[in-house]
C-alpha cells in the first residue's frame, strides 16, 4: 500500500517549492499541487527529483494522498485566490482536517476565514512564514495562528523546518487565535519597512553628505554587523555596497531609486491608526517609498525646488560613530513602536500574546532576525507587563547613551539637506514620549473654540469636561465628547 503524505502544499511559487523542500528533508512526505499543473510536473521532474515528494494534478488527488487529520497548506496569492480554493476543499475534507493559509493575508482576512472554517467542521490556520527563498529552503520563522486545536496536528511540523537559535530553540511557536499569527507577521513586516528605511538613510547620509565610495560603506556596514547591530539586513546591505556590475561599477548606483511594496507595511500603518498608536517610523517609512515612487516628478522638482549643497567639516569618524548610534536609537523606537501595537491589538482581540517568545521567534530566519532582539526577549522576560520597550532598563541606557550622536545626525542631515524622516521621526517620538506635557492643551482649546468639542482641566478631575464660550457670542451647548 502505498505510503500517504504528512501534509500537502498548494503553490508552487519560490515559498512553496522551498518549503517542501525543507519538509522533506527533515523526514516528512508531502504532496503537492499547484493551479497551473504544468508546475507540479517541472517540480518534480526538476528540484523534488529522487525525494519523498508525491505530485498531484487536482485538489482531490492531493486530498485523497494525505494522512488524516489531513493537514493542506496554502502558499498562494493573498485575497481572492485564498477563499477560492478554501472552497474547493471544504467538500473534500472531513471533520478535523486542516487548512492552513502560509501566505501574506491581512489578519482580518484570517479572523473571519478561521469562523468560517470551524463552522464547516474543520480546522484553520494563518501562519506567518518569513525568511525568503533561502530561509523556506533551510528553516524560515513561522509565526501560527488560528484554531488551537489544530497545533498539536502541525507543531511536529512546523518547528523541525523552523530556523533555529543558538541554542536549538525552534523559531516558532504557538502565537494566538483567529489571525493572531497574520498580526504578528504583519507587525514584522512592518518593522522590517523601518529597518529597512533606517539602513537607506545612514547609506545616503554616508554617500552624499560624507562622500564614501561604495567599497569605504561596504566597510563600514561590515563593521556595523560585527556589533549591536548585527542582523541580516545590515549583512546584506554591506554585501550590496561591495557589488559590481560586469564594467566593475557600484551595481547598486545603476538601480532605479522607486522602491515597490505588497502592502504589509500599509496594512501595519492603517491598523495602528484603527488602534491608537502613534506608529511614526513604520509610517514614514512607508511613505518614503510612495514619494519614491513618484520619480518623474521628482526629476522636474530637482529642477525647479533648491537646497543647501552638501558639505562635511567635522571628523568624519566621530560622525560614523554618531551615525551608528542614530541608527541603533531609531531601530528601539521602530520596534518599541511595533510592539505596542500588538499590545494594543492583543488587548482589544483577547490574545495572549508572548512577547518575548515573539522576539524568540524572529531571533532566526525571518527578514529582521538581529542579535539586538535578545534584549528585547530579555526585556519582556522581566517586566511580561512592560508597556515601551522604551522602559526596560537596557534600552533605556542605550538610548541615553545614543541620543547624543542621535541629535547630531539629525541636526547634519537637516542642515545639509539630506531626508532623513525615519531617524527623524524616531527622535520626535523619542522626545514625546518621555515629556510629561505637550502642547496638545492648546490643540484641545483649539478644537473646544471652533467645534466646543470639550476639555479636561489640570486642576479639576479626569473625567470632567468643560466648554468655554470663547467669543462671548456663542452659547452654551457643547459637542459630545468621544474619541476614535
Known amino acids: 500500500m502505498k505510503q ?4 500537502g502544499l498548494i503553490g508552487l511559487a519560490v515559498m512553496g517549492e522551498n518549503l517542501v523542500l525543507n519538509m522533506e528533508s527533515k523526514g516528512f512526505k508531502v504532496s503537492v499541487y499547484n493551479r497551473s499543473t504544468d508546475k507540479v510536473t517541472n517540480f518534480i521532474s526538476g528540484r523534488a527529483k529522487g525525494k519523498n515528494i508525491e505530485g498531484a494534478y487536482s485538489p482531490e488527488e492531493l486530498v485523497k494522498s494525505l494522512k488524516r487529520p489531513r493537514k493542506v497548506m496554502l502558499m498562494i496569492k493573498a485575497g481572492e485566490a485564498v477563499d477560492k480554493t478554501i472552497e474547493s476543499l471544504i467538500p473534500l475534507l472531513e471533520k478535523g482536517d486542516i487548512i492552513i493559509d502560509g501566505g501574506n493575508t491581512h489578519y482580518p482576512d484570517t479572523d473571519r476565514r478561521t469562523k468560517y472554517v470551524e463552522s464547516k467542521g474543520l480546522l484553520y490556520i494563518g501562519t506567518g512564514v518569513s525568511g525568503g527563498e533561502e530561509g523556506a529552503l533551510t528553516g524560515p520563522s513561522i509565526m501560527p495562528g488560528g484554531s488551537h486545536k489544530a497545533w498539536p496536528h502541525v507543531e511536529n511540523i ?4 523552523a530556523a533555529k537559535v543558538e541554542d536549538g530553540t525552534p523559531c516558532c511557536d504557538w502565537v494566538g487565535e483567529n489571525g493572531a499569527g497574520h498580526f504578528v507577521k ?9 529597518d529597512m528605511q533606517i539602513i537607506n538613510e545612514a547609506y545616503h547620509i554616508m554617500k552624499d553628505i560624507l562622500k564614501m565610495s561604495h567599497d569605504e560603506m561596504h566597510h563600514i556596514f561590515k563593521e556595523w554587523n560585527s556589533g549591536p547591530l548585527d542582523s ?3 549583512e546584506i546591505t554591506a554585501d550590496i555596497l561591495e557589488f559590481k556590475d560586469s564594467d566593475g561599477e557600484p551595481l547598486v548606483e545603476k538601480i532605479v531609486d522607486t522602491a515597490g511594496q505588497k502592502g504589509t507595511g500599509k496594512w501595519t500603518a492603517i491598523t495602528a491608526l484603527d488602534l491608537g498608536i502613534p506608529l511614526t517610523l513604520i509610517g514614514e517609512a512607508v511613505f518614503s517609498r510612495t514619494l519614491s515612487a513618484l520619480k518623474d ?6 529642477k525647479i525646488l533648491h537646497g543647501p549643497k552638501p558639505v562635511f567639516k567635522g571628523n568624519k569618524k566621530s560622525f560614523l560613530n554618531d551615525l551608528h548610534d542614530a541608527v541603533y536609537a531609531a531601530k528601539i523606537v521602530s520596534y518599541a513602536q511595533g510592539y505596542a501595537l500588538m499590545s494594543a491589538a492583543a488587548k482589544e482581540k483577547g490574545w495572549g500574546l508572548n512577547y518575548g517568545g515573539i522576539a524568540q521567534m524572529w531571533r532566526g530566519g525571518c527578514i529582521i532576525r538581529s542579535v539586538f532582539l535578545d534584549n528585547i526577549k530579555n526585556a519582556y522576560d522581566n517586566n511580561p507587563k512592560l508597556t515601551n520597550l522604551l522602559l526596560d532598563p537596557f534600552f533605556k541606557d542605550v538610548i541615553e547613551k545614543a541620543q547624543s550622536g542621535w541629535r547630531n545626525v539629525v541636526t547634519t542631515a537637516v542642515s545639509n539637506g539630506i531626508p532623513v524622516p525615519a531617524i527623524t521621526t524616531a527622535l520626535n517620538y523619542y522626545d514625546g514620549y518621555r515629556s510629561s506635557r505637550l502642547p496638545a492643551n492648546l490643540l484641545q482649546a483649539q478644537r473646544d473654540y471652533f467645534g466646543a468639542h470639550m476639555y479636561e482641566r489640570r486642576d479639576k478631575p479626569k473625567g470632567e469636561f468643560f466648554h468655554t464660550n470663547w467669543t462671548g457670542k456663542g452659547g452654551t451647548t457643547s459637542s459630545t465628547t468621544y474619541n476614535i
Not at 158 to 161: E, S, V, Y
Open 4 to 7: 500517504l503524505s504528512d501534509i
Open 297 to 302: 516628478e521628482r526629476i522636474k522638482a530637482s
Open 158 to 161: 512546523f518547528k523541525n523546518i
Open 186 to 194: 504583519m507587525v514584522h513586516n512592518g518593522i522590517e519597512y523601518g
Open 232 to 234: 541580516y539586513l545590515i
